[in-house]
């Protein structure tokens, strides 16, 4: 007989594997920034940044196709799902990404007159081709609840990626223009490697190309509004970094940047949990939805408030290896508190809407957070205020964004309350008047003693939480 895993077990077996990849991407990720610019040139690595800034966009290439299949076939059995339509939406993504890199080879070859960014453009050009079929098995991976092969499969291009680039460093290599092409060939190995897991996939029935065609426009139809919101979350940090270094000059931006990186590993850890929520989300009955969202809401924010703990003691270590930062770790302080909110929304506001198809609903938050931040900056740099404003919209943003997405969870599943958004609230308090206020040991001290108390009159919470999470199927 089939064994039957609760949603807690599963959830914890698959949050395994989506959390050692992110964590394996972190590792490699930081040791570049940390060992490349002392290797190769300032200007070599000035290139080789300005080829992943290029290498973002290629996620975005499907034209929400690949959101679309996502958003269709989300919560069903790797066996279920229908191969024919499949294979036939991985050739038209060959397609797409051979007109892509089509265009883009003739616009570097025709409009850019920087060899160094028509090479750059070139090797991107060869990436769209590789990479746009590869997120669709990845994705099936992901929607199927197949969370080892879809860990697998990407950090089979992290790990290439990394083994060919040191290989090249001690071989006394340290032209970026190699290095760059090491990311495409790993890139090359992780599609074959996505193919190789995912069994059944290669076959030869197919749609014809008119069915194809159709059912392409039919999956970007549904799921470009997913894809504009993914790009419109992005965008929002972005624009705070650009209006930083264009106001305050590049020693902040720099600083504050750190401070961003140093925030970025609390959501790196709750991102696994996003990969891994979707599809069992998809599975629940729809009665036990609120429950559910109410349970996963709670144990989230308490154990992102309970490593919060951890903030002061971090700092001092910190503050010992990169003493030139100081300013940092104040800038820390002050969007740290974000990712209470930040994580609550990506990991399971936006699940729920997903599980819920409320894409639109989705999309209208990340604009409104978006229009907002725009908003912050245009009045922080025309009155000239203080960065800590600016550095403050963010966490407000993030604040609206929550309380949004609650507030169109508890229309749709009336049993839902505000409860998770008020102790968010209250940690941040806490967080600010510990940590900007107090400071110090003495700032820590009552910070821990805050927590411990607000678990203490939660616990039966906790424990109904948990408990609802074991059973559910």
């Not at 290498?55 to 066996?79: M, P, R």
């Not at 590049?250 to 140093?262: M, N, P, Q, R, T």
């Not at 009045?379 to 609650?406: C, D, N, W």
Request: proline fraction near 2%; charged fraction near 15%; aromatic fraction near 16%.
């Amino acid at each position: 007989m089939k064994k039957i895993y609760s949603f807690l077990s599963k959830f914890t077996y698959d949050f395994s594997y989506s959390f050692l990849l992110n964590i394996v991407n972190l590792v490699i990720k930081t040791s570049f920034v940390f060992i490349l610019p002392k290797l190769i040139g300032v200007e070599d690595f000035g290139y080789w940044q300005l080829y992943f800034l290029y290498s973002f966009f290629i996620a975005f290439g499907h034209l929400g196709l690949v959101d679309g299949v996502y958003l269709k076939n989300g919560g069903k059995y790797y066996k279920e799902l229908n191969f024919k339509i499949l294979r036939s939406q991985f050739l038209v993504l060959i397609g797409i990404g051979t007109v892509w890199a089509l265009l883009l080879f003739l616009y570097s070859r025709y409009f850019v007159f920087d060899t160094n960014k028509t090479y750059i453009l070139t090797v991107i050009a060869i990436d769209l081709f590789l990479t746009l079929p590869r997120t669709l098995i990845s994705v099936i991976f992901q929607m199927t609840g197949m969370i080892k092969q879809y860990s697998y499969s990407l950090m089979s291009e992290s790990i290439s990626s990394f083994f060919m680039i040191v290989v090249m460093l001690v071989l006394g290599i340290r032209d970026y223009q190699y290095l760059i092409l090491a990311d495409c060939g790993a890139r090359f190995i992780s599609l074959c490697v996505s193919l190789h897991n995912a069994p059944g996939f290669i076959g030869r029935q197919v749609m014809d190309f008119y069915e194809s065609i159709k059912e392409a426009f039919s999956n970007i139809s549904v799921g470009i509004f997913l894809l504009l919101s993914n790009m419109v979350g992005l965008v929002v940090i972005a624009s705070v970094r650009f209006a930083v270094e264009d106001q305050w000059g590049i020693v902040a931006f720099s600083k504050v940047s750190l401070a961003f990186s140093i925030s970025s590993v609390a959501i790196t850890a709750t991102s696994a949990a996003s990969v891994v929520l979707f599809p069992l989300l998809k599975r629940l009955n729809k009665e036990n939805l609120d429950q559910t969202f109410s349970a996963l809401s709670l144990l989230l924010m308490v154990l992102l408030i309970a490593a919060f703990s951890l903030y002061y003691p971090g700092v001092n270590i910190l503050g010992w290896w990169l003493p030139k930062y100081s300013e940092s770790f104040y800038y820390l302080t002050i969007i740290l508190p974000m990712t209470l909110f930040d994580s609550n929304f990506s990991v399971i506001g936006s699940n729920f809407l997903k599980v819920m198809r409320k894409e639109r609903s989705l999309l209208l938050i990340n604009v409104l957070a978006i229009l907002f931040t725009w908003g912050c900056v245009v009045i922080v740099r025309h009155y000239k205020l203080p960065l800590e404003l600016l550095l403050g919209g963010i966490v407000a943003q993030s604040f609206i964004k929550m309380g949004m997405t609650m507030r169109i969870i508890t229309i749709a599943l009336s049993k839902v309350k505000y409860s998770v958004l008020y102790i968010a609230v209250l940690a941040s308090a806490l967080f600010y008047i510990s940590n900007l206020l107090i400071k110090g040991w003495t700032g820590f001290g009552i910070y821990l003693a805050g927590c411990l108390f607000l678990m203490w009159i939660l616990r039966g919470t906790i424990k109904d939480s948990i408990a609802l999470l074991k059973s559910s199927k």
